[in-house]
């Protein structure tokens, strides 16, 4: 604005500036209209144009984004079928079948075999309706 002002630079002088430097803001179209009443010429406003076009972003080509991995499905986790059975132990039918009252250390092996034998009371007869 100050160098349209002045009569330092002729109108072709300041438009080679500004096609050579361009502006430092995006003139909007009061900036236009601003530049005309201070006697900007149409080579200035050209150039300023020219210089507004090779600012303003340019668009990058639309790529299709990549495509995406083949996704696999998750492996499915192994399913097993548990059956609870209930047993009931006869504390006294059950005991050491063998190797009991063995004495030693923890941990270390002893010299026979130990065996616990764990029973089951006699069966219960439940009443049945007829």
Do not use: H, W
């Amino acid at each position: 604005m100050r160098l349209l002002s002045g009569a330092e630079l002729s109108a072709g002088e300041l438009a080679q500036l500004v096609r050579r430097n361009c502006l430092t803001f995006d003139p909007t179209s009061r900036d236009r209209n601003d530049l005309q009443l201070m006697g900007a010429d149409g080579t200035l406003l050209a150039a300023v144009d020219e210089c507004a076009r090779r600012k303003a972003p340019r668009r990058a080509a639309t790529r299709p984004p990549p495509a995406a991995p083949p996704v696999t499905p998750p492996v499915p986790l192994p399913v097993f079928q548990v059956q609870r059975i209930v047993v009931y132990v006869s504390a006294e039918r059950s005991g050491f079948v063998s190797g009991g009252g063995q004495r030693g250390s923890a941990g270390a092996q002893l010299p026979r075999a130990l065996v616990f034998e764990a029973r089951i009371p006699p069966a219960r007869r439940s009443p049945v309706k007829r």
